[in-house]
């Protein structure tokens, strides 16, 4: 792949921690380290991902999910022979694939890291499972949510039989919400400053 570094100029100036992408060798130590890597999960690896960036792959890269795949397991930082922060590159690319608007409204892992999973974690300072499972299954029509309840109804129901799974949602928001609240509320002034 030949180099076409403005998309790379661009990432290493607007994505978090993008910059560090100049120093990957290409090894393949982080793909081959990482536990989606063998289940086919990732439509690139990290090496691939800083590849494409570097060859100016800005469609490909910022519309793909494969950034969005990444489980936050480190296990590619602690084997980088260089030290690399790869997992703090990877989710600083879903984050500028985001602020460029470049993320495809389909790309399920994007929707619910951006608006299921976040908005359940702001409503109340915690993960409710049940309510956080219920809004990703309906979140492109009540159709298509019946259809998604009833193809995981058996997962469902043994996550109820061992007990890992409440079906009551948690009421009421944590304790220390307000604090809470407005250290997000600072996070995003800092963020746009």
């Known amino acids: 792949m030949a180099y076409n570094l403005s998309f ?6 607007n994505a978090e921690m993008g910059h560090w992408i100049k120093m990957c060798m290409q090894c393949g130590v982080c793909s081959g380290s990482c ?3 063998p289940l086919g999960a990732w439509e690139f690896g990290p090496r691939e991902i800083f590849q494409r960036v570097r060859a100016g792959k800005e469609e490909e890269i910022l ?3 494969a950034m969005w795949m990444c489980t936050s397991c480190y296990n590619c930082i602690v084997r980088c022979p260089r030290g690399l922060p790869i997992t703090h590159i990877v989710h600083g690319l879903a984050r500028y694939a985001v602020e460029t ?3 495809k409204p389909t790309q ?6 951006t608006k299921v ?3 359940n974690i702001v409503k109340t300072g915690r993960v409710g499972e ?3 499972s219920m809004h990703l299954y309906f979140i492109d029509g009540i159709g298509t949510g019946i259809s998604n309840v009833l193809e995981m109804k058996d997962v469902a129901l043994g996550m109820l039989k061992s007990k890992r799974l409440n079906p009551i ?3 009421g928001k944590i304790k220390g919400y307000d604090g809470f609240k407005k250290m997000l509320d600072k996070a995003f002034e800092l963020e746009k400053k």
């Open 8 to 13: 790379a100029r661009k990432v290493y100036k």
């Open 35 to 37: 536990p989606l890597g």
């Open 63 to 65: 519309g793909s999910g």
């Open 101 to 103: 608007g470049k993320v």
């Open 108 to 113: 399920p892992t994007a929707r619910f890291a």
């Open 117 to 119: 999973f976040w908005n």
């Open 130 to 132: 049940a309510a956080l």
């Open 169 to 171: 949602p948690f009421r």
